[in-house]
């Protein structure tokens, strides 16, 4: 269900709720009326009626009869007259008021008073007089039928009318809302036209500096990716461009941590400020203006997940003890029912920038690979260093290996590690290990030749 639909339903429903509230002061109203005037004019017929009833009832039944068809039909009451046996010998006509309609039974029940019955009696017969209130409940039912008519057509205007202003006014933050949708989805090409109003049109220009931005980032990403694999053929070229591309993974890691970073955080801020102040006066653009703030939030996290996988910051910061201890707490975080063990005792070893970068790639490719292919439940990471070596070993207790070993095609992050690992004049080694699992284990001299 859209938000635009969910307004109008609210305010279609207050509407209602107000038009049965002023529909049940109405019909009390009416009913008081009723009441008020079908009791008065039965009590102000009786009390003439019994005057005047006496002197013709002395000179005789027909003498009455003749007085009763002389007055003729008396407003909100009907007239009977009868004989000392109880006959009928008049009723008064029915009113020519509406003559052929009724209101509904349960209506005319609904706002009619008690019935009412005055009785005269007198020595030849007996005069009743009794309330009627069928008149005054025709007249009340049309004002019904009149105000439910309008309440109808207030209702349709008040929910277009609502329908069309909620629709102009968040049909920006939609087009916001779907612009992130497009880009989370992979499309980084998507741009947002000038936006009305001043937060909407702000929200647009940051938005659209940010796919600029990214778009920069991603096609340097892109023509890294293609002069690796162009100059892979030789091991020197492969190490000065893998050399190349870890600066410009890092630059961009950078980049995406400050520049981006601040402009998701400044939109995030600029939505959450846009929501504060417009949630007295208009609910429903506070509520977009939060959608926007979640999807930023959650652009934010998938950047951040982003920036571990293009280079390790924490390795230039701290070093690769608490590098690996940062890949190791996110893949725990990541596996639920994961248990992972690190052990690092590097001693007085003194690990080259360019070779700690390749431990930290050798663990991130054995652990991957451990829990794609090896399906593994625990996973050991043991390093152990020297003043002349450093030695990686990951463990784990997956499926194993392929029978067969590693199928020629595939399995290339493993191919470019062993050669990343003999360009620094180290060995790799992948081996089965009882009763199942795997092992990966990577030394790494350190000496000047290596460097």
């Known amino acids: 269900m859209t938000l635009r639909l969910k307004i109008n339903l609210i305010v279609g429903a207050l509407t209602v709720l107000f038009m049965a509230g002023v529909l049940a002061l109405q019909l009390r109203s009416m009913r008081d009326s009723v009441h008020e005037e079908v009791v008065a004019a039965n009590r102000v017929a009786s009390q003439l009626l019994d005057r005047t009833a006496w002197r013709y009832a002395a000179q005789g039944t027909p003498a009455m009869l003749s007085f009763l068809q002389g007055i003729g039909r008396i407003r909100s009451n009907d007239v009977t007259l009868y004989d000392a046996q109880g006959n009928e010998l008049y009723r008064s006509p029915p009113s020519p008021y509406k003559a052929g309609r009724d209101a509904p039974a349960w209506f005319e029940a609904l706002i009619s008073p008690p019935l009412s019955v005055q009785a005269i009696a007198f020595p030849d017969g007996k005069l009743e007089v009794r309330a009627n209130a069928s008149r005054a409940a025709v007249d009340a039912w049309d004002y019904v039928l009149l105000l439910a008519g309008g309440a109808a057509a207030l209702l349709v205007a008040v929910n277009l009318l609502v329908f069309w202003l909620v629709g102009r006014t968040v049909r920006p933050f939609g087009q916001i809302v779907g612009a992130l949708n497009e880009l989370q989805g992979g499309r980084f090409d998507v741009a947002l036209p000038p936006l009305p109003g001043r937060e909407a049109g702000a929200i647009g220009a940051a938005f659209n500096r940010m796919v600029g931005e990214l778009q920069g980032h991603i096609e340097t990403e892109r023509r890294a990716v293609r002069a690796e694999l162009q100059l892979s053929d030789s091991r020197e070229l492969t190490r000065w461009i893998d050399h190349h591309i870890e600066q410009e993974r890092r630059m961009i890691a950078r980049e995406l941590h400050d520049e981006l970073g601040q402009s998701v955080t400044a939109m995030r801020s600029m939505a959450l400020s846009i929501a504060q102040r417009t949630e007295p006066t208009d609910p429903q653009a506070a509520q977009a203006a939060r959608v926007i703030a979640d999807e930023s939030s959650r652009l934010y996290d998938a950047m951040h997940g982003i920036i571990p996988r293009l280079t390790p910051l924490v390795l230039d910061n701290f070093g ?96 470019w590690l062993t050669e990343r690992v003999e360009s620094l004049h180290g060995t790799l080694a992948l081996a089965p290990v009882e009763p199942h699992g795997a092992q990966l284990a990577v030394h790494l001299p350190l000496n000047p030749e290596s460097e």
């Open 320 to 415: 690769l003890a608490d590098a690996l201890g940062d890949l190791l707490e996110r893949t725990r975080r990541s596996h639920a029912g994961l248990t992972l063990e690190m052990h690092v005792d590097l001693g007085t070893a003194r690990v080259p920038a360019e070779a700690a970068l390749t431990l930290y790639r050798a663990a991130q490719e054995g652990i991957t690979n451990a829990l794609r292919h090896g399906q593994a439940a625990r996973i050991v990471l043991e390093v152990a260093g020297s003043a002349d070596a450093v030695r990686l070993t990951l463990s784990d207790d997956g499926v194993g290996l392929p029978a067969q070993g590693l199928p020629r095609s595939g399995h290339y992050g493993l191919r």
